[in-house]
T-cell receptor, first 114, second 110 residues
């Protein structure tokens, strides 16, 4: 079984400041890792994914994440946020084989302040 | 333009009624999913289907039903047995590695 923990339910940050959204996971099998973004009343959009290889993954909108196998973490970072980054962010895992069942975290609401 | 289309975007239901949410995809994906989203609870899996004419219950299937008669379509029926149906519902399909989501349907019981 898998589980995903997003440690912060809300993160306020000033515009142009850096941000880190934390994600830890637990799994007995090998998993792929994902970050999705959701704007109000919309679906989820893929930000980035880790499948294998380099542990530093770059995504859209200037976001990146680092996979840390020993700490079972996949934290999302951006060096300088914009007002338009205000949204909810979800971390998710999916087994690399068998049924593609995703397990999502409970989400982190990022609010960028002017 | 490939993607997933959910309709309607907003839906109102009277108590005791069944309602059906539509989900159509033109991505040629085999697997499709329905999720329910409530504030502070993330996404919870209702049903999923890996192939036409086959589907499995997810974590919160009670009070819901689905069908998968065509590869492109995976409608969700919220029945009167669902005691608290007010929520945001998301449909997704499975690509090679990641899921693709529709824009969601917000269901409100009035």
């Amino acid at each position: 079984a898998q589980s995903v923990t997003q440690l912060d339910s809300q993160v306020p940050v000033f515009e142009e400041a850096p941000v880190e959204l934390r994600c830890n996971y637990s799994s007995s099998v090998s998993v792929y890792l994902f970050w999705y973004v959701q704007y109000p009343n919309q679906g989820l959009q893929l930000l980035l994914k880790y499948l294998s290889g380099s542990t530093l993954v770059k995504g859209i909108n200037g976001f990146e994440a680092e996979f840390n196998k020993s700490q079972t973490s996949f934290h999302l970072r951006k060096p300088s946020v914009h007002i338009s980054d205000t949204a909810e962010y979800f971390c998710a895992v999916s087994p690399t084989s068998g049924t593609y069942k995703y397990i999502f975290g409970t989400g982190t609401r990022l609010k960028v302040l002017a | 333009d490939g993607g997933i289309t959910q309709s309607p975007k907003y839906l109102f239901r009277k108590e005791g009624q069944n309602v059906t949410l539509s989900c159509e995809q033109n991505l040629n994906h085999d697997a499709m999913y329905w999720y329910r989203q409530d504030p502070g609870q993330g996404l919870r899996l209702i049903y999923y289907s890996q192939i036409v004419n086959d589907f499995q219950k997810g974590d919160i299937a009670e009070g819901y039903s689905v069908s998968r008669e065509k590869k492109e379509s995976f409608p969700l029926t919220v029945t009167s047995a669902q005691k608290n149906p007010t929520a945001f519902y998301l449909c997704a399909s499975q690509g090679y590695t990641e899921a693709f989501f529709g824009q969601g349907t917000r269901l409100t019981v009035v």
